[in-house]
């Protein structure tokens, strides 16, 4: 068998068994993965891990979220699915990133068709609420992104206090972003589009939230943390961290 047609096989098989039920998740995580209305999105599923990474949050049906800056609604889909008709899903967009992202703001704005407890709200970056107390506010790839000229810039300790606000009492703030080198804090958000793992985590919990733990499925050891993440050589393949941060009860 010539490489190409071995490649062939491999993904095939790799599609497979990603499109599995995995025994130890929640049904509803299952059935929110095998959602056919997905589309393209499951093609993705292999690298992006939506599955650990949804029972990681905690999220289950009638729960309230929020998808902070969803992009082109990858997780908000299958939030949507899980949380189901009793639940409610917030696509939130700051002012500043919706102007940069229209055509994804667009996306989103369609998803209701599809998934009716989807609402989407574009608000300025500083002013951060919905309408419901939220159970769970998750944010991917994008909490690096509040300090950055284009976003006014923002400070993220802003963000943190009113994610917080906006939390029921118990409810959690996860966050996954691209790591930057330890002790770099805000200095790669721009250049790099990364940021320090221990700084988010002081950030965060200097808002008042205590740290919850962690996941590691998206942590990739061979990145050195000095590539922008849009580099062919490393993008798709960053280094993430996955923090989860609760509201005292």
């Given at each position: 068998?010539?490489?190409?047609?071995?490649?062939?096989?491999?993904?095939?098989?790799?599609?497979?068994?990603a499109?599995?039920?995995?025994?130890?998740?929640p049904?509803y995580?299952?059935?929110?993965?095998?959602?056919?209305?997905?589309?393209?999105?499951?093609?993705a599923?292999?690298?992006?891990?939506?599955?650990?990474?949804?029972?990681?949050?905690?999220?289950?049906?009638?729960?309230?979220?929020?998808?902070?800056?969803?992009?082109?609604?990858?997780f908000?889909?299958?939030?949507?699915?899980?949380?189901g008709?009793?639940?409610h899903?917030?696509?939130?967009?700051?002012?500043?990133y919706?102007?940069?992202?229209?055509?994804?703001?667009?996306?989103?704005?369609?998803?209701?068709a599809?998934?009716?407890?989807?609402?989407?709200?574009?608000?300025?970056?500083?002013?951060f609420?919905?309408?419901a107390?939220?159970?769970?506010v998750?944010?991917?790839?994008?909490?690096?992104?509040?300090?950055?000229?284009?976003?006014?810039?923002?400070?993220?300790?802003?963000?943190?206090k009113e994610?917080?606000?906006?939390?029921?009492?118990?409810?959690?703030?996860?966050?996954?972003?691209?790591?930057?080198?330890?002790?770099s804090?805000?200095?790669?958000?721009?250049?790099?589009?990364?940021?320090?793992?221990?700084f988010?985590?002081t950030?965060?919990?200097a808002?008042?939230?205590?740290?919850?733990?962690?996941?590691?499925?998206?942590?990739?050891?061979?990145?050195?943390?000095?590539?922008?993440?849009?580099?062919?050589?490393?993008?798709?393949?960053?280094?993430?961290?996955?923090?989860?941060?609760r509201?005292?009860?």
């Amino acid at each position: 068998m010539n490489r190409l047609a071995s490649f062939v096989v491999l993904a095939a098989c790799g599609f497979a068994f990603a499109a599995q039920a995995d025994s130890t998740l929640p049904a509803y995580v299952n059935a929110a993965i095998a959602d056919k209305a997905r589309g393209d999105d499951a093609n993705a599923d292999a690298r992006r891990k939506p599955a650990d990474l949804m029972s990681f949050t905690g999220v289950k049906p009638g729960d309230t979220v929020v998808d902070l800056i969803p992009g082109g609604g990858y997780f908000t889909r299958i939030f949507a699915k899980i949380v189901g008709p009793a639940g409610h899903v917030y696509a939130v967009w700051p002012e500043a990133y919706a102007k940069e992202d229209a055509e994804d703001v667009a996306a989103t704005q369609k998803l209701s068709a599809t998934y009716p407890n989807i609402s989407v709200i574009i608000q300025p970056a500083d002013q951060f609420s919905v309408p419901a107390k939220a159970d769970v506010v998750w944010t991917s790839q994008n909490y690096h992104d509040y300090p950055d000229k284009f976003m006014g810039p923002t400070d993220p300790v802003i963000l943190d206090k009113e994610v917080l606000a906006a939390l029921k009492p118990g409810g959690v703030f996860v966050v996954v972003d691209h790591a930057a080198e330890a002790g770099s804090g805000l200095r790669d958000t721009e250049k790099l589009h990364r940021i320090d793992p221990a700084f988010v985590k002081t950030q965060v919990t200097a808002a008042g939230f205590s740290f919850d733990g962690e996941s590691d499925v998206l942590r990739n050891p061979a990145d050195d943390h000095t590539l922008l993440v849009f580099k062919k050589e490393i993008r798709g393949h960053t280094d993430q961290f996955a923090f989860r941060f609760r509201k005292p009860s």
